[in-house]
């Protein structure tokens, strides 16, 4: 069961620019939301973190939106630099903290 | 302060085999929680170690089993290998047993079963 869902495979964006990655999650009961990154032959480094009760958590270049009415995230990174380009995980997790994971979104910025 | 580490990095076995694969927490957690990532899909929760119990199972079927050690290293051995147990293995480690305190993973361990 796909409880956290990014739909788009890859992003491509020109440096200097925004790049959102947007995820989806069926789970009404998901009450805390993570983004990872993850580089070649590496594991995912915690990037960004929101609790249900805010909508909004920003982190220099990172900022974390959450649309609890949309059951919808999106991570902002502005502006993205070619070192941003890896694999960037959402995931979700519940009062048990039970984590779930979407299946990422590679994103390649490009000099 | 060193962080998470897993061995070994690669290995290839047979349908029907066992094998087991080894994570060392970064220094100062008690927690170790294992994922599997088969290819294109995001990390599925195996289950979690917190004090050498396990605190949490995801949708893994028991042969799928762990041990966490008195150093709070750990280990995952799968019995009886399936083809589609071919996939990237993480071992993360966090403080405090709760899934969102922040996790640190490991490389990962590619299993191929063949």
């Known amino acids: 069961d796909q409880q956290v869902k990014q739909n788009s495979p890859s992003l491509s964006v020109q440096e200097g620019r925004i790049s959102i990655l947007n995820c989806d999650y069926t789970?009404?009961?998901?009450?805390?939301f993570l983004w990872y990154k993850k580089y070649p032959a590496e594991g995912p480094t915690f990037l960004i973190s929101?609790?249900?009760?805010?909508d909004k958590n920003e982190d220099g270049r990172f900022t974390v939106f959450l649309n609890k009415s949309a059951k919808h995230l999106s991570l902002h990174i502005v502006p993205s630099q070619p070192g941003d380009s890896a694999v960037y995980f959402c995931?979700?997790?519940?009062?048990?903290?039970?984590?779930?994971f979407g299946a990422g979104t590679r994103l390649t910025v490009k000099p | 302060e060193t962080g998470v580490t897993q061995s070994p990095t690669h290995l290839i076995k047979t349908r029907g085999q066992q094998v087991t694969l080894r994570c060392s927490s970064q220094?100062?957690?008690?927690?170790v929680s294992w994922y599997q990532q088969a290819l294109g899909q995001g990390p599925q929760f195996i289950f979690q170690?917190?004090?050498?119990?396990?605190?949490g199972r995801g949708n893994f079927p028991p042969r799928f089993s762990g041990l966490q050690f008195p150093n709070y290293s750990s280990e995952l051995n799968v019995n009886a290998l399936e083809l589609d147990d071919s996939a990237l293995y993480l071992c993360?480690?966090?403080?405090?047993?709760?899934?969102?305190?922040?996790?640190?993973f490991g490389p990962g361990t590619r299993l191929t079963v063949l």
């Open positions: 993360a480690s966090s403080f405090g047993g709760l899934g969102r305190n922040e996790q640190f």
């Open positions: 789970n009404s009961m998901f009450d805390y």
């Open positions: 929101i609790s249900s009760i805010k």
């Open positions: 995931a979700a997790s519940d009062r048990n903290d039970d984590m779930r």
């Open positions: 220094s100062g957690h008690n927690t």
């Open positions: 170690y917190y004090r050498e119990e396990e605190n």
